[in-house]
């Protein structure tokens, strides 16, 4: 099995300015995502930005770095230049990983990657973790999943599924059985040439009242494929605090 690992980073953050360059212990984190995901046996790693100053920098340690437009909506679309620009056969395997990221564990990417190549009947995988505490159950930044008995994904929202009934009908969180919910993981594996029709797709009302992207794929009919993550998955980093998070923990503070 091969497949490739496209980081898209983007420069412009609200909460952030400037996020793929933010210091982690001497290194822009992009480097530490870069290097997690090298790690990962891919056949190839590649940066796709829309800011010279990003292109530059990791130009400093790697030659694959991209140049992409600055109009892209999302990251799908930064991901369809990048497979225009390298020429990509359609049957290759490409994985998604988010340049915020620079704790992903690299047996995560190995695995979103297998589970999609031993998928021939899916155009996309991606995974879940176990929901721990009851507040990222009400959390609409933590967004669910439900899968069928193929470990198709069924449905991605915001809102709490599968609502239980009994328990939620109370309003006590206390009741509320965690044993049931999966958060999702926004890592994804492609067919490069499911890429294109994705983007060719139209937007789904289920995407703009969720405004979640995957759930244009499965409002047209397409699989995705899910699976538990093997290895423990930290969130991202969104804020400065998130970013002393990291820090502390790569020194060991944590």
């Not at 899916?122 to 159950?137: I, K, Y």
């Not at 009400?138 to 328990?167: C, E, G, M, T, W």
């Not at 999966?182 to 789904?204: D, E």
């Amino acid at each position: 099995m091969e497949f490739i690992v496209v980081i898209p980073a983007r420069y412009a953050s609200t909460r952030l300015p400037g996020k793929p360059l933010a210091d982690i212990c001497g290194k822009p984190m992009i480097q530490h995502v870069f290097e997690q995901a090298q790690k990962s046996g891919a056949k190839a790693v590649y940066i796709a930005t829309d800011n010279a100053q990003v292109f530059e920098r990791a130009k400093a340690f790697t030659e694959n770095v991209l140049m992409t437009r600055e109009d892209h909506q999302s990251g799908t679309e930064r991901l369809a230049e990048v497979v225009e620009q390298l020429g990509l056969a359609d049957d290759t395997l490409v994985v998604n990983v988010q340049g915020d990221e620079p704790l992903l564990a690299p047996e995560n990417i190995t695995q979103v990657a297998t589970l999609l190549h031993e998928a021939q009947e899916a155009p996309m995988a991606t995974l879940s973790v176990d929901v721990t505490d009851v507040l990222e159950v009400l959390n609409p930044n933590a967004v669910k999943v439900v899968q069928d008995a193929h470990h198709n994904a069924l449905y991605f929202s915001r809102a709490s599924i599968p609502f239980q009934r009994d328990s939620m009908m109370e309003l006590d969180e206390s009741k509320i059985p965690l044993a049931h919910f999966q958060r999702h993981v926004g890592i994804y594996a492609y067919r490069a040439g499911f890429i294109k029709t994705y983007l060719a797709l139209p937007v789904s009302p289920l995407e703009g009242q969720e405004s979640l992207e995957q759930l244009r794929v499965l409002y047209h009919g397409y699989r995705i494929k899910i699976a538990k993550a093997c290895r423990p998955v930290y969130a991202g980093v969104d804020t400065p605090e998130d970013l002393k998070r990291v820090v502390e923990y790569l020194n060991g503070a944590l």
